[in-house]
């Protein structure tokens, strides 16, 4: 069985911020959409390796979806992350994001069935590599 990175990195909370901010919390949005924010934001470019590691753990932790192409935030995630943004208390410092994710236990029977399953049909490095052929 291969080994999978069961903690959440930066990486992470940067890949769910620009689908929050690409989708506008709402609908979907396409991986090239979602690249395109994660740029805007801060300058991050997303290597494939990294692409994959991310969404494979929040894909397996229910707080994304692929579906017809499409990168969306599931309701769950959704009302965690309102929940914890107007918790007193928390600083900008703390980054919500990241201490959401801290909270999200990480299996790596649930991450392989997740790239077995729904990552091998969204295709993802035909989309990535489009993407660098357009934007690279």
Sequence with gaps: MP??????????????????LATGGESGASLQDMLLMADAIDGTVFTLEELEEGLEKLVSVGFVTIQKNKLSLTPEFLE??????????????????????????????????????????YKLKNYYQQYLEQFG
């Design 3 to 20: 080994k999978y990175n069961l903690t959440w990195q930066e990486a992470d909370a940067v890949l769910l911020d620009s689908l929050l």
């Design 80 to 121: 965690k992350y309102e929940q914890i943004t107007l918790q007193e208390g928390v600083t900008e410092d703390q980054k919500p994001l990241i201490t959401l994710l801290e909270q999200q236990p990480l299996s790596g029977d649930k991450i392989e069935e997740i790239r077995v399953t729904v990552l091998k049909k």
